[in-house]
């Protein structure tokens, strides 16, 4: 069985497929090996991922089941096509097992139709009255009394957790026939009943740790430990689960736990009830554990929920190199929406990084605004001292340096990627020279970039001579940025040495392009099939068609490192449909 928890920081389709597939690898060892490679690159390619596991699946005899735990956190078109495609393409003995609390977006009726869809619903859950009896006789020890199991069973409907929760409030009470007379209520009130019964019944300790983590989707020790600023948060987790508090683990190692929805939602209502000013504190303590532990999403949303704006448009700023490094632009794209533009205006890295984000999306009006508000701020860029202990609000913000020389170049790139999406020729030429100009020393990004803008402004503009420099220029800059960022990412020193030969072999790549790239013109002379023996022209024909083909692969995973190193961004996007459009409007 390959059993996998989910959480709403996995509705990324790579990350998601990536989980996927390392679920199934440890039920059957060595399915999908092929797989995770193709899913961690820079252009994730998940639907020939799947495929491969598939494959990898249906060769071997045993049955797999593959449960998918919470699986509405995930839900969504994204997730749901390729879902649907793995339905359609199951192997016999691959069963796939979901819960969630709302249909999943998949195509169910379809599944239904052909027999293929096994549903527990709701009502199928609901014990029945010889149920109830079983559980409280066996599983819990109590002996209720007929009546008492029918009252039980009526007003909680056979609701599993209201009847667990019912159990644990009757331990060690003499009178149980008198608390399930006296248990009344529709479902939310013998829900909101029946907890205070267990809540009360607790340490004073557990009580508190229970409220003070209630801002936690996910649980872990150390987690527990900064949150409560008590020690022990391991053992009581396990404690907890061993009393069936309502703690499920989220892992085979009991690292990571949860709490159980209904309870959760309780312990968090309860906080707010009665402990409103904990809230802010408790969540800042999670976002600083988290950040800590290297995971900027979880820190960012802490951060949010504890109404400090200021600290997450910090963490934003820093995570966003990585997320573009992986691909995650609908995270930014959410940020975007979750910051306050006042605060973004002063942080004129922040408002770049969102630059990206919003032309993605299409909004290249948003994107034009902010690159304005941005030349505004660094028009008048005065950064505060470290000895000012004045007092007086700075300027700007900048928590990442790094990033700040490289902005005049980075907007007028955007600028240039901006006016080619308004086809205007002469701007988008104009601002790529000075992209060009300005960018800051290594920044081979900004100049690849810009150089690609400009090429295809002439392309567009049918200077095809003009076209082939900056072309070239892009794909050089960009080819030397993915040796660079596959060395970074090599731990083996023989890893390193096989980037570092890659590298040498760079120059003779390019060459060989620049003397194939005309071979087409020459591919009339032998249009037509001859008998006998190839002349020596069809020879070099032949070899120099064979060069040309090479050569664009070679390109193919130039363009690619672009994306290998941050620029799976709206500037690619533009600059694909502008190509494609180009292509499409010439004879």
Not at 316 to 338: H, K, M, N, S, Y
Not at 474 to 491: G, R, V, W
């Amino acid at each position: 069985m390959a059993w996998l928890s989910l959480h709403t920081d996995d509705r990324q389709p790579a990350t998601f497929w990536t989980y996927v597939t390392a679920a199934l690898a440890k039920a059957v060892p060595g399915v999908g090996a092929d797989a995770l490679p193709l899913l961690a690159s820079a252009q994730p390619q998940v639907r020939t991922a799947i495929t491969a596991v598939v494959n990898g699946l249906a060769v071997g005899a045993a049955e797999v089941h593959l449960v998918l735990d919470d699986y509405h956190l995930v839900d969504g078109p994204d997730i749901g096509a390729e879902m649907s495609f793995l339905l359609e393409h199951l192997p016999p003995n691959l069963h796939v097992v979901i819960s969630t609390r709302a249909d999943p977006a998949l195509p169910l009726p379809r599944l239904r139709a052909r027999g293929e869809l096994v549903e527990v619903r709701a009502s199928d859950l609901r014990f029945t009255p010889e149920e109830v009896a079983d559980y409280f006789g066996g599983v819990t020890g109590l002996d209720l009394a007929g009546a008492d199991v029918a009252t039980l069973e009526a007003r909680t409907e056979g609701w599993i957790a209201a009847l667990q929760l019912a159990a644990l409030s009757m331990q060690g009470r003499d009178d149980v026939g008198g608390f399930v007379a006296g248990f009344a209520g529709d479902d939310r009130y013998v829900v909101d009943y029946l907890v205070e019964e267990v809540l009360e019944r607790q340490s004073d300790r557990v009580r508190s740790f229970l409220l003070a983590t209630s801002v936690l989707d996910r649980l872990s020790g150390p987690l527990c430990d900064t949150v409560t600023g008590q020690s022990g948060g391991k053992a009581t987790l396990e404690a907890l689960e061993r009393a069936n508090l309502f703690v499920v683990p989220l892992d085979a190692r009991r690292h990571w736990y949860r709490y159980h929805h209904l309870f959760a939602d309780v312990l968090a209502t309860h906080l707010l009830d009665e402990r409103p000013g904990d809230v802010p504190d408790l969540n800042r303590r999670a976002s600083r554990w988290f950040e800590q532990d290297g995971q900027s999403q979880p820190a960012v949303r802490h951060a949010l929920a504890a109404g400090d704006v200021e600290r997450a448009a910090d963490l934003v700023e820093l995570a966003v190199p990585a997320l573009r490094r992986t691909r995650q632009d609908r995270v930014i794209r959410g940020w975007v929406d979750d910051i306050p533009d006042d605060v973004v205006q002063a942080r004129p890295v922040l408002a770049v990084s969102f630059v990206g984000a919003v032309m993605s999306a299409g909004d290249t009006t948003s994107a034009e605004r902010r690159l304005d508000d941005v030349e505004r701020r660094l028009g008048g860029l005065v950064m505060p001292q470290a000895e000012d202990t004045s007092g007086s609000p700075s300027p700007v913000v900048v928590v990442d340096h790094d990033r700040l020389a490289h902005l005049p170049g980075t907007i007028q790139m955007y600028r240039a990627a901006l006016a080619l999406a308004h086809g205007d020729v002469a701007r988008t030429v104009a601002h790529a020279r000075l992209a060009v100009d300005s960018s800051a020393p290594g920044d081979d990004l900004t100049r690849a970039a810009a150089s690609a803008l400009s090429g295809l402004a002439a392309w567009r503009d049918g200077d095809l001579e003009r076209a082939e420099r900056p072309r070239r220029r892009s794909f050089t800059a960009a080819y030397k940025l993915a040796i660079l960022a596959e060395y970074d990412a090599a731990d083996e020193p023989g890893a390193k040495g096989a980037l570092l030969r890659r590298e040498g072999l760079y120059s003779s790549h390019l060459v060989e392009w620049r003397r194939a790239r005309d071979a087409g013109a020459l591919a009339a002379l032998d249009a037509r099939p001859r008998a006998g023996r190839k002349s020596p022209q069809q020879v070099e024909n032949d070899r120099l068609r064979a060069r040309a083909e090479r050569a664009e692969r070679e390109l193919a995973k130039t363009q690619a490192a672009l994306e290998v190193v941050g620029k799976a961004h709206a500037l690619l996007e533009l600059l694909s449909e502008s190509a494609d459009t180009d292509k499409r409007s010439r004879p």
